[in-house]
């Protein structure tokens, strides 16, 4: 069953994803990594996840970073905005009839008043390690925000200026 209609309503998937983090914040002793209850939350995640958003269960959810769009459909997974073959018309340059994930993303993002400002945000690049577990309960416990050892922050990336590099003759 496909309920990826439901995506052409961001604002309204902003305010459910709003009463699922309100509604699962009181639940968070019971729902631990590895806990007992982690298979079923995972199982419901992805079913109803998948259903409307093609999920593909990276266990570091963005969508509320990304328009309500799956960043990881995108077939070069990209976390962080289109890569530069997006086409003329909006479509990607792997599946030329499938329309840009991150023109998607931005234009629902547009369309989000809470979280939309968040295209804007660098996010940090997958942990593979979380792949198929629940990013409500990674979320809940930080798990999703947690870098393994040797990465670095996005916020202690700094960007350089080009017009501050020096001139190649």
């Known amino acids: 069953m496909t309920l990826r209609f439901l995506q052409k309503y961001p604002h309204a998937l902003e305010l459910m994803y709003d009463f699922s983090h309100w509604l699962l914040r009181p639940f968070r002793r019971w729902l631990q990594p590895n806990g007992r209850l982690e298979g079923f939350v995972t199982w419901s995640e992805e079913i109803g996840k998948r259903a409307v958003f093609d999920c593909q269960m990276c266990g570091q959810c963005i969508l509320h970073s990304t328009g309500m769009t799956c960043s990881m459909t995108c077939p070069k997974n990209l976390r962080n905005g289109p890569c530069g073959g997006v086409r003329t018309n909006g479509h ?17 993002s547009l369309k989000m008043p809470a979280y939309g400002h968040e295209m804007l945000h660098i996010q940090p690049p997958v942990n593979q390690q979380l792949e198929g577990t629940s990013s409500w309960i990674n979320m ?10 040797g990465w670095v ?6 960007i350089i200026n080009p017009a501050s590099l020096p001139k190649i003759a």
Request: hydrophobic share 40%; charged share 35%; proline share 6%.
């Open 140 to 149: 809940l416990h930080e798990v999703d925000i947690a870098l393994p050892d």
């Open 153 to 158: 922050k996005s916020a202690d990336i700094h």
């Open 92 to 108: 990607c340059e792997v599946k030329p009839e499938m329309r840009c994930i991150w023109v998607v993303a931005y234009e629902r």
